[in-house]
């Protein structure tokens, strides 16, 4: 980095909010988590005229309550009350901390220069509203899966972490049914926020809803669906075409491992969105 950059960049570190105009109109990507977000993002990432921001910027985003189980806050996890949890974080804002928040961004694409800008957040779905007031002009690339994969791939990712004690009271670290059922739940809360917020708030224009189902069926399609909502054109980079092609479905998963049994108690937990989406 030459020493220009690097002053500049020791600058905006020590004081974020300077970097506020250079920020983007963003694109973010929502949806609940395991439902391909980062998959997605990752892919997207391999295009020429995409940045995308490393990691979610929960530390941002929910300064107060994140991680966890570090600030051991007076409130339930986001996956038991998002509502709750997301009023509550936004009300932790330092004075002032949209500007943080904008002037982080804003020195990330100052030093990745890109057309276009991507974050990544599954923490925000109930907060869609605001952030879009943050910025007006951004777009909302929101992420949809079927809730049993979802419920199934929680489990799995999330089991060492509910081994704190922290979570104790809600779950048992090793009680891997009541963790994907809890985490149906979540999913349900997720879709039917969204779904509102969508009619509300947002437009063709600045929100554009994906299936995972689709991505994985017809990923190059899906694909060249959502560049052209960032108002790009698809790209002959090698290792872009190669992502699109190396996209696998990983739906199986839950198609093998969960019971006829275990899938109709998960679906008492989730049917208005599942029925919503069309998944039964």
């Avoid at 002009?137 to 199934?152: Q, T």
């Avoid at 560049?227 to 075409?241: A, N, Q, T």
């Amino acid at each position: 980095m030459n020493p220009i950059k690097k002053v500049i960049g020791f600058a905006l570190k020590k004081a974020p909010w300077l970097g506020v105009p250079f920020a983007k109109n963003p694109i973010f990507i929502v949806g609940s988590g395991r439902s391909g977000t980062t998959y997605l993002v990752d892919l997207l990432d391999k295009h020429p005229d995409i940045t995308s921001f490393p990691g979610e910027a929960n530390e941002y985003w929910h300064v107060g309550l994140y991680p966890y189980h570090e600030k051991q806050p007076m409130v339930p996890p986001i996956w038991i009350d998002p509502v709750t949890f997301t009023r509550r974080s936004l009300s932790l804002w330092p004075m002032g901390w949209k500007f943080t928040i904008k002037g982080v961004f804003g020195r990330h694409c100052l030093f990745h220069k890109s057309k276009v800008f991507v974050q990544k957040t599954v923490m925000n779905n109930f907060m869609l509203p605001e952030m879009l007031e943050m910025f007006p002009n951004a777009k909302f690339i929101y992420m949809v899966r079927n809730g049993w994969s979802v419920a199934l791939s929680f489990q799995k990712k999330e089991v060492e972490k509910y081994a704190h004690p922290i979570y104790r009271q809600y779950v048992g670290a090793d009680d891997y049914k009541t963790i994907r059922l809890r985490h149906a739940a979540y999913w349900n809360d997720i879709i039917l926020k969204v779904e509102e917020d969508k009619h509300l708030h947002f437009s063709d224009e600045n929100f554009l809803e994906i299936r995972y189902e689709d991505l994985v069926k017809s990923p190059e399609q899906t694909i060249a669906q959502i560049i052209k909502f960032m108002r790009l054109k698809m790209s002959p980079h090698p290792e872009f075409v190669r992502a699109i092609a190396e996209v696998t479905d990983k739906n199986y998963k839950a198609r093998q491992e969960l019971d006829a049994d275990e899938k109709s108690e998960l679906e008492e937990a989730m049917g208005s969105a599942l029925r919503l989406k069309g998944y039964i």
